[in-house]
């Protein structure tokens, strides 16, 4: 199970950059989501309830064959999953289909919820000696029919094909190790606003993206010091096209063709058994172009008449033309201190990390005949620049094993996390303003502020009276918009999660029941205003979800859940807006009212 672990450590990570690893996001993501992954635990995807239910339970089985059916509400998943290990490979395979379906809020309001999703994943590794491994893993996630109650348009196919091919040459502790990988993504997606709902105009766009990455590092130890060596090249093309009636008449992204180059350098130096000295470096080189940024589409409904094309609304807002490229560049570097005794940890360090800007951010240019609906991105946009730090401290007692394990007495673990970071040039979404663009009409736009973003973590897991096992966990978040004195759009609220657990042994296997409270405190900071900001947040007040849940297993071969979610069937609403298409707009959709969750595992 080691190399399996290791394995889906791999395809979470597209670099081999241990230290300079930190992900960071934009502010605000649009993206389908997330790719389910073989060996990870699955809970129904809902962008309207960011509800975590998916750690609950420890209900998954660890056998050759496993198959896996649930029910939330009245959505539906399927599973089969296989898996084996000998002495000189080892394989995975996996599929996958779920059935999403609308539901109701607490109020009694149905809300048009819906997807149909289809995963296969493969995955074969050969390690003929202990010098050498190999992987190879196939994943494909297609998503139909994704009905978005918040939107107009709906995404209905979307298409990520993954392969990715790594070798290993020399230690496995990677004290004299060369690892070489590449990854090729396929991405398509198709919306319109008219499959899955009525509209006077057809509209539908389709988006094309395909990139390619390979890595290549070194690492070797000398005594108490080792270094990786590390060189990654990414290539990706974009391109996105809208239709109205079955004519072309924009290039949401006008065929963008990106090459990334990264060299890196990490180190560290064992003090001791316990504690270590890190620290690295970073180069990223970034060269963008676009070839129909200039492109003429004939509009057939005015003579001699073009529709705007990218240069047309990047001079109109921006007040000059792209020539086609663009090239930056970005230097990070980290240092920081761990400690690890096995009972207690800590971490600190600090980083200069920078993010290029994303394609959404730097190339869209889509026009509307409503003013604020009109989205036009700036492609001389600068790369993010963060000064991270971090701290990262954790006591446990030695009774403590894991959640629900402790010998003898009583266990706990208490870790607090703390995180600030300043940025310069933070990429955020605004409305064009006299202030900001060259044209003042409320089109969405993008552009650099100054900004620091806070947050903080307090958790704590016990164990008491042998059975018993509690979990609770404070997360503060926190961002302002220094630049012009404003609150960041999208900052979570402060929020409290608590769990109890109770679990014990019988003769044929063991049994757990618990409940799980989330509560989100109101939130009264954010970008409320299209006046003044860019308006996607709203005052919401807070809100407490109830969850109860149980899960019995016998002999590790069979697993039944079963859980009410919403027990107290609360009426409530996220802050954090819906992801899956890129809406500046926020509408009110409820997550569901009570609701039953069950689930049956076998594992042969």
């Known amino acids: 199970m080691k190399k399996l672990s290791l394995l889906c450590l791999f395809i979470a990570s597209l670099k081999a950059d241990v230290i300079l690893n930190e992900t960071i996001n934009p502010l605000k993501t649009f993206s389908p989501p997330p790719l389910i992954k073989p060996l990870d635990k699955y809970y129904l995807e809902n962008q309207y309830d960011l509800t975590n239910r998916v750690n609950y339970l420890d209900d998954e089985l660890n056998k050759t064959y496993n198959f896996t059916t649930a029910l939330f509400h009245n959505s539906f998943y399927n599973s089969f999953l296989f898996k084996t290990k000998e002495a000189k490979y080892y394989s995975i395979f996996n599929i996958a289909n779920t059935k999403a379906n609308s539901y109701k809020d607490a109020g009694g309001k149905k809300i048009d919820f819906a997807y149909k999703r289809f995963n296969l994943a493969a995955i074969l590794g050969f390690t003929p000696n202990e010098l050498n491994d190999t992987k190879f893993v196939f994943l494909q996630d297609d998503i139909k029919d994704d009905k978005q109650a918040h939107y107009q348009m709906d995404p209905v196919k979307t298409t990520r094909t993954i392969y990715m091919l790594s070798h290993r040459l020399g230690q496995s502790d990677l004290s004299n190790t060369l690892n070489i990988s590449f990854k090729y993504i396929d991405f398509l997606r198709k919306a319109n606003n008219y499959k899955l709902r009525t509209a006077m105009q057809k509209m539908r766009m389709q988006v094309d993206k395909n990139s390619f990455n390979t890595n290549i590092s070194y690492d070797k130890d000398f005594n108490n010091f080792h270094t990786q060596l590390g060189l990654s090249y990414f290539y990706d093309t974009h391109i996105a096209k809208r239709f109205a ?83 930056q560049n970005a230097l990070n570097y980290a240092v920081g201190y761990e400690y690890d005794d096995g009972l207690n940890k800590a971490l600190i360090d600090y980083k200069r990390l920078s993010r290029m800007p994303n394609n959404l951010e730097r190339f869209t240019s889509i026009f509307a005949p409503i003013s604020t609906n009109i989205n036009v991105s700036n492609p001389f946009i600068k790369p993010e620049i963060h000064n991270l730090i971090k701290l990262d401290f954790a006591f446990k007692n030695e009774a403590y094993k894991d959640y629900l394990n402790s010998l003898f007495e009583n266990g706990y673990l208490i870790n607090a996390k703390i995180s600030f970071d300043k940025v310069q040039d933070l990429i955020i979404f605004d409305r064009a303003r006299a202030n900001n663009s060259n044209k003042g009409d409320g089109a969405v736009i993008s552009r650099n502020v100054n900004a620091y973003l806070f947050s903080s973590k307090l958790s704590l897991n016990y164990n008491f009276l042998n059975h018993f096992g509690t979990k609770i966990a404070l997360t503060c978040n926190y961002g302002q918009n220094t630049s012009d004195k404003r609150a960041l759009y999208q900052i979570r609220p402060f929020e409290i999660n608590a769990k109890i657990d109770y679990k014990n042994y019988f003769s044929n296997g063991l049994y757990i029941i618990g409940a799980a409270y989330r509560y989100a405190f109101s939130q009264n900071r954010g970008d409320f205003e299209k006046s003044n900001g860019l308006g996607i947040d709203k005052k919401l007040g807070g809100f ?61």
């Open 245 to 327: 009636n079955d004519i072309l008449n924009a290039y949401k992204y006008p065929d963008v063709k990106t090459n990334e180059y990264v060299f890196y350098i990490n180190n560290y130096y064992k003090i001791s058994d316990f504690s270590k000295i890190n620290f690295a470096l970073n180069y990223t080189k970034n060269i963008a172009k676009t070839t129909k940024q200039d492109i003429k589409l004939s509009n057939p409904s005015a003579k001699s008449a073009f529709f705007p094309n990218s240069n047309n609304l990047w001079q109109m807002y921006y007040a000059k033309t792209f020539n086609g490229k663009i090239t």
């Open 544 to 604: 407490g979800v109830l969850d109860l849940y149980s899960n019995i297993k016998f002999k590790d071969t069979f697993s039944i859940t079963f859980a009410i979610n919403n027990l107290l069937n609360k009426k409530y609403q996220e802050f954090i807006s819906p992801y899956h298409v890129e809406s500046f707009e926020y509408l009110n959709i409820n997550a569901p009212a009570r609701a039953i969750y069950a689930k049956f595992n076998a594992s042969f």
